[in-house]
């Protein structure tokens, strides 16, 4: 626990001009894009794009004070939740697949200028929101950082969280070290066989692992001010999948072993048929999760010593 007085967002510790010089790097080497780990290397200032379908420009779905995340995120005023659109996964059971998958690129849709988002993140934090909650930036780490750019010269003082599917590229994380005061990655799946089937992407495995050692490494366990709401480190996230107890409990014992005891985790229970389940490829994730199937992962996860999220705040 930290005083929220003494408590500061990483980025006001950066030299002056360090937060600008690095959104201009980042966004020249979309040039010849390796952002996230597709390493597509298309030219993205002159607005082509591949896997992400995304530009020069990120695409900004919606925006607002979300009040169904994390107790320790959410508090009683709202996470200030920017969601862009493209994820640069493709899981076939997306829980928002209308807005990750379907938005289409194109001139009626050119993406969101670093000024509007700017401005987005500017009306959040009027709106008393604890923090700012970038979610599926993977693909648009340059133009996050354009943003923030921006919004800090305007008086962004809130807390960034990174919402991040943990496919994420090592030198987008680099860039970030010292700005992002959260990081929540979602490991998916253990295995490169479910990873190629789920998510279509074989190397998904070995990437989040990377990036999720990488995210702890810069900020540490979770830590938390006198109202119980989360102000900087590792929050992982799980979504415990119908069959898939052996992926469930590989993850909980490598994060348990290679990051952190103390660890601070959702064990996530909602996963529903969405996207692409459903057309008769994927029958095995065609229903729900039982109670049972849960509680063997919620009990697995206590037994290594994690901890679980649990309603901490004082609101």
Not at 138 to 163: C, D, K, M, S, W
Not at 205 to 211: H, L, N, Q, W
Not at 245 to 267: C, F
Request: one cysteine or more.
């Amino acid at each position: 626990m930290v005083s929220t007085a003494a408590f500061r967002p990483a980025y006001l510790h950066l030299r002056s001009g360090e937060l600008t010089e690095r959104a201009d790097r980042a966004i020249r080497a979309l040039a010849d894009c390796r952002a996230c780990p597709r390493d597509c290397r298309v030219n993205r200032l002159e607005a082509k794009w591949a896997a992400c379908k995304t530009g020069r420009h990120a695409v900004v779905s919606s925006a607002f004070a979300h009040l169904g995340e994390e107790d320790c995120l959410r508090g009683w005023r709202g996470s200030g939740t920017i969601f862009f659109a493209h994820c640069n996964l493709r899981c076939v059971f997306c829980q928002n697949f209308d807005i990750s998958q379907t938005v289409r690129p194109g001139p009626a849709a050119p993406g969101t200028p670093p000024e509007l988002i700017a401005d987005t993140m500017l009306a959040l934090q009027a709106a008393g929101c604890h923090n700012i909650n970038l979610v599926t930036p993977e693909h648009v780490v340059p133009q996050v950082l354009e943003a923030l750019a921006v919004a800090v010269a305007r008086g962004l003082t809130l807390p960034i969280v990174y919402n991040t599917s943990a496919y994420d590229a090592i030198e987008s994380l680099h860039s970030l070290d010292g700005i992002v005061d959260i990081y929540m990655p979602d490991f998916k799946y253990w295995s490169r066989q479910a990873s190629r089937r789920y998510l279509k992407a074989e190397d998904y495995p070995e990437v989040a692992r990377t990036a999720i050692r990488e995210m702890h490494g810069q900020v540490g366990d979770l830590t938390f001010d006198a109202d119980g709401i989360a102000v900087r480190g590792l929050l992982l996230r799980h979504l415990v999948m119908p069959g898939s107890l052996e992926e469930t409990r590989s993850i909980l014992e490598w994060v348990a072993r290679e990051i952190s005891p103390e660890s601070y985790l959702n064990l996530m229970d909602q996963y529903r048929p969405a996207g692409h389940v459903g057309d008769g490829q994927y029958p095995e994730l065609d229903r729900r999760l039982t109670g049972r199937e849960f509680a063997a992962a919620r009990q697995y996860a206590l037994s290594l010593g994690l901890r679980l999220d649990e309603r901490r705040a004082r609101f």
